[in-house]
């Protein structure tokens, strides 16, 4: 596959996350997700701290010139916290 063929199917966008005191920096591919963040590119999240945030990730297809599978973010929900 050609470079140019691959950087046309990445995602634009990663995420960051810490999980169990390790820092994750992982390619976003929820649609949904991206098209609610702003044209610049410039945020973090649009998330705060009054909202929770679910991750699904996910292992990509294998890449046949890598013979590798990548993790991904495939969805992200966001939750309102409870205000009891």
Do not use: C, H
């Amino acid at each position: 596959m050609e470079a140019k063929d691959r950087q046309a199917r990445s995602p634009r966008l990663k995420g960051v996350f810490t999980f169990s005191g390790a820092t994750y920096e992982l390619p976003l591919t929820d649609g949904q997700y991206e098209a609610k963040l702003p044209m610049d590119r410039t945020t973090k999240g649009m998330t705060n701290d009054g909202t929770d945030v679910l991750l699904t990730i996910s292992l990509s297809d294998l890449d046949d010139d890598w013979g590798r599978y990548y993790k991904l973010i495939a969805g992200v929900i966001e939750i309102p916290k409870s205000t009891i």
